[in-house]
T-cell receptor
Framework: DAGVIQSPRHEVTEMGQEVTLRCKPISGHNSLFWYRQTMMRGLELLIY????????DSGMPEDRFSAKMPNASFSTLKIQPSEPRDSAVYFC????????????FGSGTQLSVL | GESVGLHLPTLSVQEGDNSIINCAYS??????FIWYKQESGKGPQFIIDIRSNMDKRQGQRVTVLLNKTVKHLSLQIAATQPGDSAVYFCAEKWAQKLVFGQGTRLTINP
C-alpha cells in the first residue's frame, strides 16, 4: 500500500483565498483524522471521521474551516477565506476504528498564507 | 505531554548509548499511551503503545514505561543509532482521539 497520500505537498496562497487540502487514506481504514502542526501549538486534532461520517469537529478553529469525506477513499479540508495565522503543516492520518492509537500519517501539506 | 513554547526540549546522546525520553500526561481516563517519531519533513510514525492497565511494554530496541501514580510515560531506546534522530511525541488516547504532547528532539552525537 502507498500509505496515506496528501496533496498538494506545498501550498502558497494570499490572504483571503480559498485553500483545499486533499487526502487519500489507506485502503481498508475506516477512520480518518485531520491534524494541524505549528511550533507554538504542536499537533492539534481538527476533526475526525468514522465510516465517512464526521464524529468530532470540536478542534476546527473557526467556521472558515470545513472538512468533508464523500467516500471511503477521499477527504478534503477547506479554508475559506484563508488568513496568515492558518499557516501550518496540515496532516491527514487514517486508522482502523478499533486501533485508533495506531495512526498512519501522510507527509503533510505545508501551507503558507501571505 | 506538556510545555508550551517555541523551543522543543532537546536530548543529546552519544551513538551507542541508551536514550530515555520522558513525558507527563494529563488525562487519567486515557486508555492507551503511545509514542510517535517524526523525522524532518515527514508525518509522525507510530513506534509503540501501552494500555493503561500495563506498566511496561517492550519492542525492538524500545521500551515504554507507564507510571500512573505520577502520570508519567517514558520511552527508552537501546543502543541509539543515527537513524533515531527525530522528534519524539507522546500521545494519549481518549474517546478515539489522540492528544499529542509538544515533543522532544533527540540528537545523536557521533
Amino acid at each position: 500500500d502507498a500509505g496515506v497520500i496528501q496533496s498538494p505537498r506545498h501550498e502558497v496562497t494570499e490572504m483571503g483565498q480559498e485553500v483545499t487540502l486533499r487526502c487519500k487514506p489507506i485502503s481498508g481504514h475506516n477512520s480518518l483524522f485531520w491534524y494541524r502542526q505549528t511550533m507554538m501549538r504542536g499537533l492539534e486534532l481538527l476533526i475526525y471521521f468514522n465510516n465517512n461520517v464526521p464524529i468530532d469537529d470540536s478542534g476546527m478553529p473557526e467556521d472558515r474551516f470545513s472538512a468533508k469525506m464523500p467516500n471511503a477513499s477521499f477527504s478534503t479540508l477547506k479554508i475559506q477565506p484563508s488568513e496568515p495565522r492558518d499557516s501550518a503543516v496540515y496532516f491527514c492520518a487514517s486508522s482502523l476504528w478499533d486501533r485508533a492509537e495506531k495512526l498512519f500519517f501522510g507527509s503533510g501539506t505545508q501551507l503558507s498564507v501571505l | 505531554g506538556e510545555s508550551v513554547g517555541l523551543h522543543l526540549p532537546t536530548l543529546s546522546v552519544q551513538e551507542g548509548d541508551n536514550s530515555i525520553i520522558n513525558c507527563a500526561y494529563s488525562n487519567s481516563a486515557s486508555d492507551y499511551f503511545i509514542w510517535y517519531k517524526q523525522e524532518s519533513g515527514k508525518g509522525p510514525q507510530f513506534i509503540i503503545d501501552i494500555r493503561s492497565n500495563m506498566d511496561k511494554r517492550q519492542g525492538q530496541r524500545v521500551t515504554v514505561l507507564l507510571n500512573k501514580t505520577v502520570k508519567h510515560l517514558s520511552l527508552q531506546i537501546a543502543a541509539t543509532q543515527p537513524g533515531d534522530s527525530a522528534v519524539y511525541f507522546c500521545a494519549e488516547k481518549w474517546a478515539q482521539k489522540l492528544v499529542f504532547g509538544q515533543g522532544t528532539r533527540l540528537t545523536i552525537n557521533p
